[in-house]
């Protein structure tokens, strides 16, 4: 185990870990903060769970910030019933919102209410969520998928990708989890996109790809989800939003290039592009103060 950057601003934040039934998921999540403090909920990227969240959790103290396992991914179960879609996702994070008790002030007419955040494939879902009438105060979106994966520079990858996954959902059981699980596949994909050249640092990214980004227990989830991520992106979604929207955005991601991130900022009624330069797809990981700060400004104002 990697000692993470992050570990002795996240040790002085209290946590909190829950469990709840939630759209037919047994669902993990966890609590970070003051309960009473403004209200953050945060959702993660796909075939990650709640630790790759946990460097920007580190960087908002102040907050009380939620963070779930997708279902399907982590520590929490498949849904019991339906597909592992955007829609799925959606509707279970508007029903998360209220079982975690993010939504209380706002349905009392509170003046807090909270705010939501998305990172990567969690920015898809966020998106559509709101879309569908979820009402955040605000909604970040991390590093969003803002253009199609299955075109421009990076398709033939996306396409590979997608043979990928089909073919460890049509081999049988114990060889289809290993080629999921390959670590060699892992490091490779952690590899690529992280933009670091801090040797400390990137051993962390790394060692946070091999111990979580395999963190799974059925193949037709995982296929499921990477087919709506790379099926979706936010600029669907995006003129249905009339919350203020913040656009985390890097420099360098290979996923959505800064061009097609400045595309999407005019789609939305109201939103903020905040460049980080020298990063790619991993804000997360490399960069968490610097988007911590974005953040704050966003929901506190110049002077947060």
């Avoid at 939504?103 to 969520?129: E, R």
């Avoid at 959902?169 to 952690?190: C, D, Q, T, W, Y």
């Amino acid at each position: 185990m990697i000692a993470s950057p992050y570990a002795d601003d996240l040790a002085r934040i209290p946590v909190r870990e829950h469990r709840a039934l939630v759209h037919g998921s047994d669902t993990a999540w966890w609590e970070y903060g003051d309960p009473g403090a403004p209200t953050i909920v945060m959702v993660h990227g796909f075939r990650g769970d709640h630790h790759g969240l946990e460097p920007i959790v580190a960087k908002l103290q102040g907050y009380r910030l939620i963070v779930p396992d997708l279902p399907g991914f982590g520590a929490s179960s498949t849904f019991a019933a339906g597909a592992h879609d955007i829609d799925g996702y959606a509707a279970w994070l508007a029903e998360f919102v209220g079982v975690c008790g993010a939504s209380d002030a706002a349905a009392a007419g509170g003046s807090d209410g909270f705010a939501l955040l998305g990172h990567s494939f969690g920015s898809i879902i966020t998106a559509a969520a709101v879309a569908a009438g979820l009402a955040p105060r605000e909604l970040v979106l991390v590093n969003p998928i803002g253009a199609p994966a299955l075109e421009g520079p990076r398709a033939i990858m996306t396409r590979l990708a997608v043979g990928y996954y089909r073919a460890a959902a049509a081999l049988p059981e114990k060889l289809g989890f290993a080629l999921l699980r390959n670590r060699v596949i892992v490091r490779v994909m952690s590899v690529t996109m992280a933009k670091t050249e801090e040797p400390a640092l990137r051993r962390f990214i790394h060692d946070q790809h091999d111990r979580y980004f395999s963190a799974f227990g059925d193949r037709d989830a995982v296929l499921e989800a990477f087919e709506a991520s790379v099926s979706h992106d936010v600029r669907e979604y995006a003129p249905s939003i009339a919350v203020p929207v913040l656009l985390v955005v890097a420099e360098q991601d290979d996923v959505t290039p800064l061009a097609a991130q400045r595309r999407l900022q005019p789609l939305f009624d109201d939103a903020t592009l905040a460049v980080i330069p020298g990063v790619g797809h991993l804000i997360h990981y490399e960069t968490p103060a610097e988007a911590a700060g974005h953040i704050r400004v966003f929901l506190e104002g110049e002077r947060p």
